[in-house]
């Protein structure tokens, strides 16, 4: 992936996570969620099957890490039935940097790259008022369905190839990491 420069209003520069990236990544998502597990989640996540290297991407300004947003690979079950799609988490923006377009650059570089790797479908839970900007509907009235509760509307999908949500039901089925969340 090349870095993108949204340099003409000074913004960050969106790239794809590097080794070396890390320990900054691991600080941001700590301060962003005001604990530890979500950066810990990161961590396990980069060792497991589920972890695709492509869609973790990093937000970088004036050579620091300020946002982080992850993809992973997970599973919607219908009966014996296992179609693929992607969950959108964690994203984190450092406190101090939030609400300039620095998440909502993360997301829509991220949704770019999804689609260029050919996949279909990305499912989030998160703030019913932020999601659907991008383009997230609510998952339920679909029948896609978390297995954990969640605050209605905040189970959110989104079609990435045309009609990649069609006939798309049933449970999803997240890594394990996420279980200690
Ligand atoms: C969510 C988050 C990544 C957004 O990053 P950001 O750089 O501030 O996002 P943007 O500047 O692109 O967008 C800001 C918008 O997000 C909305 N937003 C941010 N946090 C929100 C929240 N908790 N609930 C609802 N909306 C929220 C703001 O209202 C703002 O909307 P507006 O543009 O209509 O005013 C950032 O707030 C964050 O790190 N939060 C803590 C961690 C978290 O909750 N992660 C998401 C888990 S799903």
Do not use: C, W
């Amino acid at each position: 992936m090349t870095p993108t420069q949204e340099s003409a209003r000074g913004g960050p520069t969106i790239r794809r996570e590097q080794r070396a990236d890390r320990d900054q990544v691991f600080q941001v998502i700590e301060l962003a969620f005001g604990g530890l597990a979500e950066a810990r989640l990161v961590e396990a996540l980069r060792k497991s099957p589920a972890f695709i290297r492509e869609l973790s991407l990093v937000a970088v300004k004036d050579g620091r890490v300020v946002g982080h947003i992850l993809f992973s690979g997970i599973a919607v079950r219908r009966g014996t039935g296992l179609r693929e799609a992607l969950a959108l988490a964690p994203m984190a923006v450092l406190p101090v940097r939030q609400r300039r377009g620095i998440g909502s650059a993360l997301v829509t570089r991220g949704l770019a790259e999804a689609r260029r790797l050919g996949h279909g479908v990305v499912i989030v839970v998160g703030h019913p008022a932020y999601y659907p900007r991008f383009g997230f509907i609510p998952g339920e009235p679909l029948g896609i369905r978390p297995r954990f509760q969640v605050t209605p509307g905040a189970f959110m999908v989104l079609e990435l190839r045309t009609n990649a949500l069609a006939g798309l039901r049933g449970e999803v089925e997240y890594p394990p990491e996420f279980d200690e969340v």
